[in-house]
């Protein structure tokens, strides 16, 4: 007995959806694609952030275990899998001050800084291949109720203007278009509620690893001058150089 009722109830909004005006085809079909690829995006992008936090836990606990930076960073390089995340930006700043510290007349700032520079944009870098698509998310999720109330105000214009052609008013003259009117707000309703819900989800798991990525980079920086203080300090006992015009 359930069944049937179901049976019947999706048969009817079917045919209310066969029978609707052009125009109001139209905005179901525009609702139901841009609902399809905002689920697309929202199954694609959990599980790319899935594996974002996961690589970060998995990189936090090798980097600070103890292991010796040089060794590490050539495990990376040596991968066969693209380095992202924490791992790139290691990867990009470890390299650019390896580089540069085997040229003469740099300075230990000149390393650090140009060391920094390079994971600066190695994290813009991820930070954008993150967000990428969120923008469509947040554009469905805002526009859908406006496309839906368009459905809206085409079958309530349509109800009107098939009330005027009648002598006697009865429901089941504007009952078919003030259904296609529900039908077009409901459905810009469900492409809209998922498509905001996972934007402002995935908004704040990408702050929270930007957050994450600029302490990493501030403490490779710091690690990377102490290094280079250890380098430049003079021999115990010895007198530190006096730079030309510093005295006054």
Do not use: C, H
Request: proline content about 3%.
């Amino acid at each position: 007995m359930n069944s049937d009722i179901a049976v019947e109830s999706n048969m009817t909004v079917i045919t209310l959806v066969l029978e609707a005006s052009l125009a109001v085809q139209i905005v179901l079909a525009i609702l139901v694609l841009a609902s399809i690829a905002s689920w697309w995006v929202i199954i694609d992008k959990r599980w790319m952030l899935k594996q974002a936090v996961g690589d970060a836990d998995d990189f936090e606990a090798t980097f600070w275990s103890g292991i010796d930076l040089a060794s590490f960073f050539r495990q990376i390089s040596e991968s066969r899998r693209t380095a992202f995340g924490m791992a790139g930006i290691f990867q990009a700043g470890y390299r650019e001050f390896g580089r540069l510290r085997q040229e003469t007349g740099l300075t230990g700032s000149a390393l650090v800084q140009s060391a920094q520079r390079a994971m600066n944009v190695s994290q813009a870098r991820e930070i954008d291949r993150l967000e990428q698509n969120l923008a469509f998310l947040a554009t469905v999720a805002s526009t859908s109720p406006y496309v839906g109330l368009f459905g809206t105000v085409w079958g309530i214009m349509t109800a009107f203007y098939d009330l005027a052609g009648v002598k006697s008013a009865t429901i089941d003259v504007v009952a078919q278009p003030i259904s296609e009117a529900l039908i077009a707000t409901a459905l810009g309703l469900f492409a809209a509620i998922p498509a905001q819900i996972a934007y402002n989800r995935y908004a704040d798991k990408v702050d929270r690893l930007e957050v994450r990525y600029n302490t990493f980079t501030e403490e490779l920086t710091s690690i990377l001058e102490r290094s280079t203080g250890r380098r430049a300090a003079p021999p115990p006992g010895a007198a530190a150089a006096v730079p030309a015009g510093a005295a006054t």
